[in-house]
């Protein structure tokens, strides 16, 4: 390096290091912490104010969620048969697998019902659904 750019160099950084005229080092200036924007979602109640993404076609965000839970007829529930595997009885409802404490949807005449299985013989399956809790018996022998 020649001796001017050496010179102006030192020269720089002995100004940076000098305190500020008032004598005091300068104070940053205070942080302002804001809050994180919020996402705020609307449901749409036509396809003219919004689709699904993963489903344009489908008109399920437009329909009213049912008030109350309605009453679901026990003949819509059918024992397709009830198996014994090991100690373990399984029993098949409306075309679904289920054991003892099991939950899950099947499909009706009455549409879509969430039921859940309480216990399981050799004869019969106690479920509940939207509630109630009943015996279906196997006919199946």
Do not use: C, Q, W
Request: hydrophobic share 40%; net charge positive; charged share 25%.
């Amino acid at each position: 390096m020649n001796a001017l750019k050496r010179t102006s160099l030192i020269v720089a950084l002995a100004v940076a290091a000098l305190p500020t005229l008032g004598g005091e080092p300068a104070k940053p200036a205070p942080v302002v912490k804001t809050p994180p924007p919020k996402s705020v979602f609307v449901m749409p109640a036509s396809p003219r104010e919004g689709r699904d993404p993963f489903f344009p076609e489908s008109f399920r965000p437009y329909e009213d969620a049912p008030a109350t839970k309605r009453e679901v007829d026990s003949t819509v529930f059918i024992i397709k048969g009830i198996s014994n595997e090991r100690g373990h009885l399984m029993a098949i409802v409306n075309n679904h697998t289920f054991a003892a404490g099991d939950e899950g949807d099947v499909l009706t005449t009455s549409g879509r019902v969430h039921l859940r299985v309480v216990s399981i013989s050799p004869d019969s399956v106690v479920i509940e659904a939207n509630g109630t809790r009943r015996e279906i018996k196997s006919y199946n022998k």
